[in-house]
Protein backbone atom coordinates (compact mmCIF):
# COMPACT_ATOMS: atom_id res chain seq x y z
CA UNK A 1 0.00 0.00 0.00
CA UNK A 2 2.90 2.35 0.69
CA UNK A 3 4.60 1.37 -2.19
CA UNK A 4 1.09 2.22 -4.17
CA UNK A 5 0.75 5.49 -2.32
CA UNK A 6 4.72 6.11 -2.90
CA UNK A 7 4.10 5.88 -7.06
CA UNK A 8 0.75 8.08 -7.04
CA UNK A 9 2.54 11.03 -5.52
CA UNK A 10 5.00 10.60 -7.70
CA UNK A 11 2.66 10.10 -11.10
CA UNK A 12 1.26 13.38 -9.89
CA UNK A 13 4.21 15.36 -8.79
CA UNK A 14 5.44 14.57 -12.44
CA UNK A 15 2.17 15.42 -14.15
CA UNK A 16 2.07 18.84 -12.21
CA UNK A 17 5.66 19.29 -13.50
CA UNK A 18 5.12 18.60 -17.19
CA UNK A 19 2.20 20.91 -16.82
CA UNK A 20 4.24 23.29 -15.69
CA UNK A 21 7.07 23.24 -18.54
CA UNK A 22 4.75 22.98 -21.56
CA UNK A 23 3.24 26.44 -20.02
CA UNK A 24 6.61 27.71 -20.16
CA UNK A 25 7.08 26.35 -23.82
CA UNK A 26 3.93 27.87 -24.86
CA UNK A 27 1.30 25.30 -25.24
CA UNK A 28 -1.02 26.18 -22.97
CA UNK A 29 -4.85 28.20 -23.40
CA UNK A 30 -5.43 30.79 -20.95
CA UNK A 31 -8.82 31.05 -19.51
CA UNK A 32 -7.62 33.77 -16.38
CA UNK A 33 -9.65 37.22 -17.20
CA UNK A 34 -9.86 40.50 -15.95
CA UNK A 35 -12.57 41.55 -13.83
CA UNK A 36 -14.38 44.68 -14.82
CA UNK A 37 -12.71 46.58 -12.04
CA UNK A 38 -9.19 45.88 -13.20
CA UNK A 39 -10.29 46.98 -16.93
CA UNK A 40 -12.04 49.89 -15.96
CA UNK A 41 -8.70 50.81 -14.00
CA UNK A 42 -6.94 50.23 -16.84
CA UNK A 43 -8.86 52.86 -18.98
CA UNK A 44 -9.73 55.86 -16.26
CA UNK A 45 -6.54 55.14 -14.25
CA UNK A 46 -3.61 53.90 -16.55
CA UNK A 47 -5.06 55.22 -19.88
CA UNK A 48 -5.02 52.56 -21.90
CA UNK A 49 -8.10 52.54 -24.43
CA UNK A 50 -10.85 49.46 -24.18
CA UNK A 51 -8.98 48.00 -26.88
CA UNK A 52 -5.60 48.04 -25.50
CA UNK A 53 -6.86 46.93 -21.85
CA UNK A 54 -8.74 43.86 -23.13
CA UNK A 55 -5.85 43.31 -25.77
CA UNK A 56 -2.86 43.05 -22.80
CA UNK A 57 -1.95 39.85 -21.21
CA UNK A 58 -3.58 39.28 -18.19
CA UNK A 59 -0.73 39.05 -16.08
CA UNK A 60 1.04 42.20 -17.71
CA UNK A 61 -2.33 44.18 -17.33
CA UNK A 62 -1.69 43.41 -13.16
CA UNK A 63 1.69 44.09 -12.70
CA UNK A 64 0.90 47.81 -14.83
CA UNK A 65 -2.12 48.36 -12.52
CA UNK A 66 0.61 47.46 -8.59
CA UNK A 67 2.91 49.34 -10.33
CA UNK A 68 0.39 52.01 -10.65
CA UNK A 69 1.37 52.68 -14.14
CA UNK A 70 0.90 55.66 -16.57
CA UNK A 71 0.54 55.51 -20.28
CA UNK A 72 2.99 58.21 -22.00
CA UNK A 73 2.24 57.41 -25.87
CA UNK A 74 0.41 54.54 -27.70
CA UNK A 75 -0.63 53.80 -30.93
CA UNK A 76 -1.15 51.57 -33.33
CA UNK A 77 -1.54 50.87 -37.22
CA UNK A 78 -2.56 48.49 -40.13
CA UNK A 79 0.07 47.67 -42.58
CA UNK A 80 0.15 45.64 -45.55
CA UNK A 81 2.67 43.50 -46.46
CA UNK A 82 3.06 41.69 -50.37
CA UNK A 83 3.74 37.82 -49.14
CA UNK A 84 3.92 35.49 -52.46
CA UNK A 85 1.80 32.49 -51.84
CA UNK A 86 3.44 29.04 -51.35
CA UNK A 87 3.24 26.84 -54.62
CA UNK A 88 3.38 23.17 -54.92
CA UNK A 89 7.17 21.92 -56.38
CA UNK A 90 7.66 22.67 -59.78
CA UNK A 91 5.03 25.51 -59.93
CA UNK A 92 5.75 29.03 -60.63
CA UNK A 93 4.73 31.85 -58.72
CA UNK A 94 3.07 34.55 -60.53
CA UNK A 95 2.31 38.01 -59.73
CA UNK A 96 -1.02 37.68 -59.47
CA UNK A 97 -0.54 35.51 -56.82
CA UNK A 98 1.11 37.95 -54.56
CA UNK A 99 -1.68 38.57 -51.86
CA UNK A 100 -2.06 41.23 -49.25
CA UNK A 101 -1.57 40.27 -45.76
CA UNK A 102 -2.13 42.91 -43.03
CA UNK A 103 -0.62 42.71 -40.09
CA UNK A 104 -1.28 44.99 -37.25
CA UNK A 105 1.51 46.67 -35.27
CA UNK A 106 1.40 48.87 -32.42
CA UNK A 107 2.73 49.83 -29.04
CA UNK A 108 2.92 51.59 -25.61
CA UNK A 109 5.25 53.31 -23.53
CA UNK A 110 4.26 53.80 -19.44
CA UNK A 111 5.80 55.31 -16.79
CA UNK A 112 5.93 53.28 -13.86
CA UNK A 113 6.80 53.08 -10.44
CA UNK A 114 10.45 53.16 -9.59
CA UNK A 115 12.24 50.47 -7.39
CA UNK A 116 15.86 52.59 -7.90
CA UNK A 117 15.77 55.50 -5.90
CA UNK A 118 18.00 57.92 -8.00
CA UNK A 119 16.31 56.41 -11.62
CA UNK A 120 13.04 57.04 -13.31
CA UNK A 121 11.35 53.28 -15.00
CA UNK A 122 9.41 53.21 -17.88
CA UNK A 123 7.27 49.78 -19.55
CA UNK A 124 7.88 49.89 -23.47
CA UNK A 125 5.24 46.91 -24.47
CA UNK A 126 5.07 46.45 -28.34
CA UNK A 127 2.32 44.12 -30.12
CA UNK A 128 2.08 42.81 -33.43
CA UNK A 129 -1.45 40.49 -35.11
CA UNK A 130 -1.74 38.53 -38.37
CA UNK A 131 -4.98 39.67 -39.75
CA UNK A 132 -4.54 36.95 -42.52
CA UNK A 133 -2.11 34.12 -42.13
CA UNK A 134 0.99 34.92 -43.98
CA UNK A 135 2.22 32.87 -46.84
CA UNK A 136 5.98 31.93 -44.98
CA UNK A 137 5.55 30.54 -41.64
CA UNK A 138 9.34 31.00 -40.62
CA UNK A 139 10.53 32.42 -37.89
CA UNK A 140 10.40 36.38 -37.68
CA UNK A 141 11.19 39.29 -35.41
CA UNK A 142 10.50 42.06 -33.27
CA UNK A 143 12.73 44.73 -31.73
CA UNK A 144 12.13 47.72 -29.33
CA UNK A 145 14.81 50.36 -30.17
CA UNK A 146 16.10 53.50 -28.86
CA UNK A 147 18.88 56.24 -29.87
CA UNK A 148 21.98 55.63 -26.88
CA UNK A 149 22.11 59.35 -26.56
CA UNK A 150 18.85 59.32 -24.61
CA UNK A 151 20.48 57.78 -20.99
CA UNK A 152 17.83 54.91 -20.99
CA UNK A 153 19.60 51.68 -19.90
CA UNK A 154 18.57 48.28 -19.60
CA UNK A 155 18.28 46.13 -16.52
CA UNK A 156 20.61 43.16 -16.07
CA UNK A 157 22.05 40.26 -13.76
CA UNK A 158 24.48 37.32 -14.43
CA UNK A 159 24.85 39.06 -17.55
CA UNK A 160 21.92 38.59 -18.79
CA UNK A 161 19.04 41.53 -19.33
CA UNK A 162 16.21 41.04 -17.13
CA UNK A 163 12.42 42.09 -16.96
CA UNK A 164 11.98 41.21 -19.71
CA UNK A 165 9.21 38.78 -21.86
CA UNK A 166 8.32 38.21 -25.11
CA UNK A 167 5.20 35.61 -26.73
CA UNK A 168 3.96 34.50 -29.33
CA UNK A 169 0.22 33.02 -29.42
CA UNK A 170 -2.00 31.21 -32.44
CA UNK A 171 -6.07 31.44 -32.37
CA UNK A 172 -5.99 28.40 -34.58
CA UNK A 173 -9.71 28.36 -35.84
CA UNK A 174 -10.35 32.27 -35.59
CA UNK A 175 -12.50 31.91 -32.60
CA UNK A 176 -10.88 33.78 -30.23
CA UNK A 177 -9.84 30.86 -28.39
CA UNK A 178 -5.93 31.94 -28.11
CA UNK A 179 -2.97 29.53 -27.61
CA UNK A 180 0.37 30.54 -25.97
CA UNK A 181 3.02 28.34 -27.83
CA UNK A 182 6.17 30.77 -26.63
CA UNK A 183 6.82 32.16 -23.85
CA UNK A 184 10.73 33.67 -23.12
CA UNK A 185 12.34 35.23 -20.69
CA UNK A 186 15.06 36.60 -22.27
CA UNK A 187 15.84 38.80 -25.45
CA UNK A 188 16.84 36.46 -28.35
CA UNK A 189 19.49 40.40 -29.25
CA UNK A 190 20.01 43.07 -27.47
CA UNK A 191 22.48 45.85 -27.40
CA UNK A 192 23.56 48.19 -24.43
CA UNK A 193 21.11 51.59 -24.41
CA UNK A 194 20.07 51.02 -27.25
CA UNK A 195 17.17 47.91 -27.50
CA UNK A 196 16.28 44.26 -27.22
CA UNK A 197 14.28 41.70 -29.97
CA UNK A 198 12.12 38.76 -29.34
CA UNK A 199 12.29 35.96 -31.61
CA UNK A 200 8.60 34.60 -32.82
CA UNK A 201 8.87 31.22 -34.71
CA UNK A 202 5.43 31.24 -36.68
CA UNK A 203 3.68 28.16 -36.87
CA UNK A 204 1.88 26.46 -39.90
CA UNK A 205 -1.63 27.35 -39.96
CA UNK A 206 -4.56 27.75 -41.98
CA UNK A 207 -6.59 30.46 -43.54
CA UNK A 208 -8.89 30.67 -40.69
CA UNK A 209 -5.75 30.89 -38.27
CA UNK A 210 -5.20 34.43 -36.81
CA UNK A 211 -1.32 34.91 -35.12
CA UNK A 212 -0.76 37.44 -32.35
CA UNK A 213 2.88 38.55 -30.05
CA UNK A 214 4.04 41.13 -28.23
CA UNK A 215 7.63 42.31 -26.40
CA UNK A 216 8.07 44.24 -23.61
CA UNK A 217 10.95 45.19 -21.85
CA UNK A 218 11.55 47.58 -18.89
CA UNK A 219 14.33 50.32 -19.06
CA UNK A 220 15.91 53.03 -16.50
CA UNK A 221 17.05 56.31 -16.95
CA UNK A 222 18.59 58.53 -13.81
CA UNK A 223 16.04 61.38 -12.87
CA UNK A 224 19.01 64.02 -13.08
CA UNK A 225 18.25 63.62 -17.10
CA UNK A 226 15.93 64.85 -18.94
CA UNK A 227 14.51 64.64 -22.86
CA UNK A 228 12.19 63.71 -25.54
CA UNK A 229 13.22 60.86 -27.61
CA UNK A 230 11.15 58.74 -29.70
CA UNK A 231 10.81 54.78 -29.27
CA UNK A 232 10.87 52.36 -33.18
CA UNK A 233 9.02 49.27 -32.54
CA UNK A 234 9.95 46.90 -35.39
CA UNK A 235 8.68 43.95 -36.63
CA UNK A 236 10.88 41.83 -39.01
CA UNK A 237 9.06 39.01 -41.81
CA UNK A 238 10.75 36.41 -43.44
CA UNK A 239 9.95 35.28 -46.45
CA UNK A 240 13.39 32.90 -47.50
CA UNK A 241 14.42 30.02 -44.79
CA UNK A 242 16.35 31.55 -42.19
CA UNK A 243 16.02 34.11 -39.42
CA UNK A 244 15.66 37.90 -39.57
CA UNK A 245 19.07 39.74 -38.60
CA UNK A 246 19.36 43.13 -36.02
CA UNK A 247 21.71 46.02 -36.44
CA UNK A 248 22.32 48.92 -34.18
CA UNK A 249 21.31 52.31 -35.98
CA UNK A 250 21.23 55.86 -34.21
CA UNK A 251 17.83 55.45 -33.65
CA UNK A 252 18.65 52.45 -31.80
CA UNK A 253 18.41 48.44 -32.20
CA UNK A 254 16.11 47.72 -35.35
CA UNK A 255 15.50 44.74 -37.75
CA UNK A 256 18.03 44.51 -40.58
CA UNK A 257 16.20 44.62 -43.95
CA UNK A 258 17.15 43.15 -46.66
CA UNK A 259 15.42 41.20 -49.79
CA UNK A 260 14.14 38.15 -47.65
CA UNK A 261 13.07 40.03 -44.94
CA UNK A 262 10.27 42.33 -44.65
CA UNK A 263 10.13 45.30 -42.22
CA UNK A 264 7.29 47.43 -40.83
CA UNK A 265 7.82 49.72 -38.07
CA UNK A 266 5.75 51.92 -35.49
CA UNK A 267 6.99 55.23 -33.78
CA UNK A 268 6.42 55.86 -30.15
CA UNK A 269 7.31 59.29 -28.16
CA UNK A 270 8.94 59.23 -24.59
CA UNK A 271 9.12 62.42 -22.45
CA UNK A 272 11.45 62.08 -19.47
Do not use: C
Amino acid sequence: MRLLSFVAVFLFSFSLAEVGFAEENGSSVSEERLTPEELDYLVNEVGNTQEESEDLPVEVSRRLIEEEAQVIDSGSGFMVIYDPEVTKPGQISTFASIAATTLKLGGTVYKVKSDRSKDDKFYIYGNFQWLKTPSYTLVDKMTIGFPSSSGLYLPTSGGKVKQHQHRYSQDQQGNGRWIDYTIKYSPSNWEPSAGVAGSYDIRASTSKTKHKGYIGQYVYVPTSKNGKINIKITYGHRRIAGTPSVSVYPAGLSITPTTATDTRSYALTLSY
